[in-house]
């Protein structure tokens, strides 16, 4: 069995450890040692930030507690190792241990761990595979994801890999993905389920998993997908309790899947990207005001930008608009299709969307909704605004923060919205303030990454 500086020394290789292969079946729950040993990495909660952080004013920078991930390389091609549980007010990440990589759930209010999880070494990486563009700096890391199924919330640690192969035989792709109640407690608590997910993925995110996303393993408020692009653009729901499949196969021969709901796929069709549930609903039958009238399945009218929380984001051309620019954006229910909010906004810049624990508040880009008062805010650069705010997290009482898009070469700047009064104009924040990553309860989640290798979270109280 490896060391913990064998890993790290892996890891900063651009390879991912190796794995010997696991079960499908579910295994007990609960404390115990899961078949592996006793972990270490469950320190004390920390008495508070050691790293004073300059933060948007609504936290207090010396207040909270933090967790260094020193294991990580400076450079990945996945998203951060790092999850939050809005319902369960958690924060989860991966950590590493002489005997492999574990999960750890804390407590984002107090920093107490919850659980910590059997050491576990992940199927063969990508790289160590021999597969191509993998290497150095785009490299693929294990990671975090939480889900909500069934009124229970889920963390689910999952890594990419192959499964077998030799010289001769190739392997098996997949994602694996270990099972975990948030509600767990104790230290090596064994996965309720692990679950292995076929994947056939072009090939390593792009710009630290901050680009499009080529795999990605997130609940978009249906349960838990696995979204990947390849020969075809592909996608599953995965029921996280029995361990069953939901490829989205029937639906998907009319486009890319989006988002599983009680009511079926919902889809994007190839070239046009409109959005539909095939034999229920096309979005052009709810078309925001505003909308051209002459619609056609033809246009490019209702075109897909992100999915969070249960909704949709379109794109819309207006009566009075050219045939380059669709200025509209709406908002519509994943299951139904039916509209919920639009407004009048150039096309945001992001297929990424973010909601606030809450689910009151949501954004994608430049883009954000009060769905209380179906009221949005447009945060493009314009005549009375240098430069476009993509939101980056919200909190429960509206208060989204964004970054400012800044000039080739210039760092970017901070800003902040409330959304839940007014008309939803940014106010700049001091230069050099970092943002939060999420928002929970009474806390924001922020990560730093350090200066040569590693990534510190950081967990500040509000005010």
């Not at 270490?40 to 991930?69: I, M, N």
């Not at 990580?72 to 549980?85: E, I, R």
């Not at 700096?137 to 499964?163: I, K, M």
Request: hydrophobic content about 35%.
């Amino acid at each position: 069995m490896r060391t913990r500086k064998a890993v790290a020394g892996a890891v900063l290789a651009g390879v991912v450890l190796t794995g010997c292969g696991g079960a499908d079946d579910p295994a007990p729950a609960g404390k115990g040692d899961g078949g592996g040993k006793k972990t270490s990495a469950a320190p004390p909660a920390p008495s508070g930030p050691s790293v004073l952080l300059s933060v948007p004013p609504a936290y207090t920078a010396d207040k909270g507690w933090e967790q260094s991930l020193s294991w990580m390389p400076a450079k990945y091609s996945s998203k951060p190792p790092v999850a939050v549980g809005p319902r369960s007010d958690t924060v989860a990440y991966v950590n590493t241990t002489e005997d492999g990589y574990v999960v750890q759930v804390r407590d984002a209010s107090t920093g107490g761990i919850r659980f910590t999880g059997a050491p576990w070494e992940p199927p063969t990486s990508m790289a160590e595979a021999g597969k191509s563009f993998y290497e150095g700096d785009d490299a693929e890391l294990p990671s975090v994801s939480t889900t909500f199924q069934d009124g229970r919330e889920y963390v689910v640690l999952w890594a990419h890999g192959v499964l077998g192969g030799d010289a001769l035989v190739k392997g098996k792709e997949i994602v694996r993905l270990l099972v975990y109640p948030m509600d767990a407690s104790g230290s090596a608590v064994a996965p309720t389920r692990r679950i292995d997910v076929p994947v056939d993925v072009y090939g390593p995110n792009s710009e630290e998993g901050k680009g499009k996303d080529d795999l990605r393993v997130e609940d978009y408020g249906g349960g838990l997908q696995v979204h990947w692009n390849g020969t075809k653009d592909s996608a599953v729901a995965v029921d996280v309790t029995s361990g069953t499949i939901d490829v989205c196969a029937d639906a998907c021969t009319k486009g890319r899947g989006l988002v599983r709901t009680a009511k079926g796929w919902a889809v994007s069709g190839y070239g046009l990207d409109l959005v539909e549930m095939p034999g229920s609903w096309h979005v052009q039958d709810d078309a925001p005001p505003g909308a051209r009238s002459t619609l056609d399945k033809f246009s490019r009218d209702g075109q897909y930008i992100a999915t969070v929380g249960g909704h949709l984001f379109t794109r819309w051309h207006t009566e009075a608009g050219d045939t380059f620019s669709a200025p509209l954006v709406a908002v519509h229910d994943a299951a139904t299709g039916k509209l919920e909010t639009s407004i009048v906004c150039e096309q945001p810049k992001s297929d990424t969307g973010v909601s606030s624990p809450n689910g009151r508040f949501v954004a994608a880009g430049t883009v954000a909704f009060d769905l209380q008062r179906r009221h949005g805010a447009c945060l493009e650069a314009g005549e009375s605004r240098k430069a476009d705010v993509f939101v980056r997290s919200i909190t429960d009482e509206g208060i989204a923060y964004g970054e400012v898009a800044a000039g080739f070469g210039k760092d970017p700047g901070a800003a902040e919205v409330d959304l839940s009064a007014g008309d939803g104009t940014p106010r700049a924040l001091p230069a050099g303030t970092r943002l939060p990553e999420w928002t929970l309860r009474d806390t924001g989640v922020f990560l730093t990454p350090k200066p040569l290798n590693g990534l510190l979270i950081s967990v500040l109280k509000h005010k």
